[in-house]
T-cell receptor
Framework: KNQVEQSPQSLIILEGKNCTLQ??????????LRWYKQDTGRGPVSLTI?????NTKSNGRYTATLDADTKQSSLHITASQLSDSASYIC???????????FGKGTTLSVSS | NAGVTQTPKFQVLKTGQSMTLQCAQD?????MSWYRQDPGMGLRLIHY???????DQGEVPNGYNVSRSTTEDFPLRLLSAAPSQTSVYFC?????????????FGPGTRLTVT
């Protein structure tokens, strides 16, 4: 069964600290993996999209990595800010490119 | 560009009532979709459309109808609301960028069915 598992479920860190969120998937065949940021009461916003041939992609303080062999991805946030408080969702697309499998998300709280 | 807009932002319905959730995009994207988001679950696809006049079912289509008469609009109709349809509904539009679809979500409609 195609699944996307994210860990941890929730995380609290101090402002200025780094953190890493994990995503494991069983989707096969695999086309691409996305990370979205969803602020409370808003729709998800794309942070990065990686195809199977890409190992890492950055978007400002956000860096995503992908290991297609082990079917694992991580999202690293550097020097966290209060505005990083949100849910981070990992989404995997199968070969067709349109069938998206969503993870349940990791809720990040950044405190001062 | 306004992007993807959804109306209303909030709605309360009684069981058995019908209503339409509106979704519009001004980016000329061919692909549009509707998702529902429930606590403790990932977003689930309800219906999608690959262009005007073409719609198809997603993972959880029961109780919902869609139509796509124009590229811009993709309304979602609840035929007879049930408490199980209490959820947050997101509309998204997408375009093909290389080999992947770049997806934009609307702000969501929070629906409560009593």
């Amino acid at each position: 069964k195609n699944q996307v598992e994210q860990s941890p479920q929730s995380l609290i860190i101090l402002e200025g600290k780094n953190c890493t969120l994990q995503c494991n998937y069983t989707v096969s065949p695999f086309s691409n993996l996305r990370w979205y940021k969803q602020d409370t009461g808003r729709g998800p916003v794309s942070l990065t999209i990686m195809t199977f041939s890409e190992n890492t992609k950055s978007n400002g303080r956000y860096t995503a990595t992908l290991d297609a062999d082990t079917k694992q991805s991580s999202l690293h946030i550097t020097a966290s800010q209060l505005s990083d408080s949100a849910s981070y969702i990992c989404v995997v697309s199968g070969q067709a490119g349109t069938a998206l499998i969503f993870g349940k998300g990791t809720t990040l709280s950044v405190s001062s | 560009n306004a992007g993807v807009t959804q109306t209303p932002k909030f709605q309360v319905l009684k069981t058995g009532q019908s209503m339409t959730l509106q979704c519009a995009q001004d980016m000329n994207h061919e692909y549009m979709s509707w998702y529902r988001q429930d606590p403790g679950m990932g977003l689930r696809l309800i219906h999608y459309s690959v262009g005007a006049g073409i719609t198809d079912q997603g993972e959880v289509p029961n109780g919902y109808n869609v139509s796509r008469s124009t590229t811009e609009d993709f309304p979602l109709r609840l035929l007879s609301a049930a408490p199980s349809q209490t959820s947050v509904y997101f509309c998204a539009s997408s375009y093909l960028l290389g080999s992947t679809y770049e997806q934009y979500f609307g702000p969501g409609t929070r629906l409560t069915v009593t």
